[in-house]
């Protein structure tokens, strides 16, 4: 769960109906590019790789953000990345 509480099993059981208002609403936010102050609070957490470690590189971080946020993370990247193919 990311930190809005909301698991992902709960979202694909809203059906297609939350797909479309899911959809409608990263639409939104990529044409005004106004996020909700939601999808932007994130929890990062540091997990050391070893045993007794003292130093950062010993850790790897993981961070925890709402699962809409990520969905519109994807959808950015594809249309960025369909947009700089053109270019190279």
């Not at 990529?30 to 007794?52: C, H």
Request: proline share 3%; charged share 25%.
């Amino acid at each position: 769960m990311g930190v809005d509480d909301i698991p992902i099993e709960f979202l694909k059981s809203l059906g297609e109906l939350s797909m479309r208002e899911l959809s409608g609403l990263c639409k939104q936010i990529y044409e005004s590019g106004i996020w909700p102050e939601d999808f932007t609070k994130v929890v990062m957490i540091t997990l050391p790789k070893t045993a007794n470690v003292v130093e950062c590189a010993d850790h790897r971080t993981i961070s925890f953000i709402s699962h809409a946020a990520k969905i519109l993370l994807q959808i950015i990247t594809k249309r960025v990345k369909s947009k700089v193919r053109v270019y190279i």
